[in-house]
Every structure is written in C-alpha cells, then in structure tokens.
C-alpha cells in the first residue's frame, strides 16, 4: 500500500476517536491515539483492536501527553462538550494548524479559538456509532443518506485544509458532506438528536423498548416538529434541506415512523447505545438548545 503522507493526532479513543483511526490508518495514513485513564492501559496492552468481519489491529501510535515537537497535519477533537475547554487548552501550545472539532456544541467557534489560537478551528461533526466490548471496537459509520461527516470552514470557504480533508475521508471510504454553516448545521443536528434522546429518559418502559410506548412516539413527534419550526421562525435554513420535510409531516405519521426507527439496528447502534452512555453531556446539550430556541 502506497503510503499516504497526512499525519493525524486523534484527541479521544473512545468510540469515535477509534473508528476513525481504524479507518484512516487502514488507508495510510500516519495516526496517532491519545487516550487516557483505563482506555489507555487498554490500548497500551492489546492495541487498538476492531470487529471488521474478524478482529483487526489497527496501526496507529498510541500517547497519554504530546511532546514538544509533535506537529500533525490535523488534530481530531473526539471528546465531549464538556471537554472541549480542557483539551483546547491541552492543544493550545502545540504547532499543528488545524484542530478539527468532532463535537455536538451550540458554543460560539470564537470561544474555543480565544482557546487554541485563531484560524485553528475547523468544525466538523461525526458520522458513526457503537460501542468498545472487552477491549474490542464494534462500531459502524452512518450510511451517507442519513448522515455523513460534515464538515466545514467558520466562514464558509471552501479552504485548501477542507478540499484535503475531504480526500483523506474519501481515500479511507467515509461518507462526507462539507457545508457552509457549521452553527446552523449543529443547530438542526441537535433540532433532531435532542427529542429522539430524551425519548430514552422520559419513557415508562425500559428505555431499550421506547419504541412500544406510543405516548413517547407521538410527544416526540410533537417536540422534533416544534424544533425545526422554531428554527425556521428564527430565521435558519435548515441543513441539510431534508429537514423540511419534518416540519409538513403528520404527527401520527411521524410516530409511526420513528417508531420503526427505535427498533431497528440503526435505532440501537446510533442512537439507544449514544444517549445510554452520554446523558450528562446530552442534559447539557437539551438545556443549552432550548435557551437558544427561547431568545429573541
């Protein structure tokens, strides 16, 4: 395999951070895995290992702290919000130029760079899901219809970094969409992701059968129509233009709809396993999005 020149730090082995240095390391690429705490003795004893098929081990370099010198050609943020600040000051001393941030947040970008330096931002969020299993990796990436990783620069411009990035994604066989407006985009993303967790938290049944609670289904219909109604009041296009549709859909169809969506496979690796295991950062992220939705 021709070897790619692209050197990746990925800030967070859990989930996310795993799958794509799996992925891009199986591509070429020079990747590097800052983990912590016990997923870091994990690492550092077995390696990274996945489930494609059979178990692989992925090629990558494994570091609890960055040295001096350490420069990348991309830094990926793979941890959750309440996260971000830490690791942005962790990385603010280091020379690598663009830190990518894999992260749901209504946070102005300007904040995180007052942080790590300006223009070093570069908002993006994942496309994938699952979970790590006695050591093991067991995670898909959303099929490209539902959600790609997206990607894009603050202002909009289709930058050199950005056209480089999306071949690097590309090259490794994941999806990517690059748009205009990361805020709004992030702003629609959790219009959606926010009501279809709660819907977890807030049933009488055992969260992994929501599905069976029709009261659940038809308020959380409710709740994602409001959402992206509000949204449109306020004056976002929502992104991507699919989300439209929400908003003309019939409650009763909607429930029924997503009633087949908790039930699926996609349902229990995209979406049960997340809000099971990230309820404080998603209490975080429903209070911060309905405060937007509230302000004139």
């Known amino acids: 395999m021709k070897k790619c020149k692209n050197t990746v730090l990925i800030y967070g082995a859990g989930v996310i951070g795993s799958l794509y240095a ?37 090629k990558v370099r494994v570091i609890s702290e960055i040295a001096e010198g350490d420069k990348f050609d991309y830094i990926f943020l793979t941890v959750r919000a309440e996260q971000v600040h830490e690791a942005l000051g962790m990385l603010k001393e280091n020379k690598s130029s663009t830190i990518v941030t894999m992260v749901n947040t209504l946070e102005n970008y300007g904040e995180w760079e007052n942080i790590a330096g300006k223009g070093r931002i570069l908002p993006a969020f994942p496309g994938a899901g699952g979970s790590i299993k006695n050591g093991v990796l067991k995670a898909k990436l959303t099929p490209a219809l539902v959600q790609p990783t997206t990607f894009g620069e603050i202002d909009g411009k289709k930058t050199d970094r950005v056209m480089r990035l999306k071949k690097m994604f590309t090259a490794a ?11 709004k985009w992030q702003l629609c993303h959790l219009a959606m992701v926010v009501p279809l967790a709660d819907a977890y938290y807030i049933t009488e049944k055992e969260p ?4 069976w609670d029709q009261r659940t289904m038809k308020r959380t219909a409710k709740r994602l129509k409001k959402n992206f109604n509000l949204l449109r009041e306020k004056g976002v296009r929502l992104s991507p233009f699919k989300m439209n549709i929400i908003c003309f859909l019939p409650v009763p169809l909607l429930a029924y709809t997503l009633k087949y969506v908790y039930k699926s496979d996609f349902g229990n690796l995209f979406m049960y396993q997340h809000a099971m295991k990230a309820k404080e950062e998603m209490a975080t992220l429903h209070r911060e999005f309905y405060r937007f939705l509230r302000t004139d």
């Open 208 to 211: 992994e059968k929501v599905a």
């Open 22 to 58: 799996a992925k891009l390391s199986a591509c070429g690429y020079g990747i590097t895995l800052l983990a912590r705490g016990s997923r870091l003795k994990e690492l550092q004893e077995k390696g990274l290992l996945y489930q494609e098929n059979w178990i692989k081990r992925a």
């Open 173 to 183: 066989g994941i999806p990517v969409q690059t748009v205009p407006d990361m805020h």
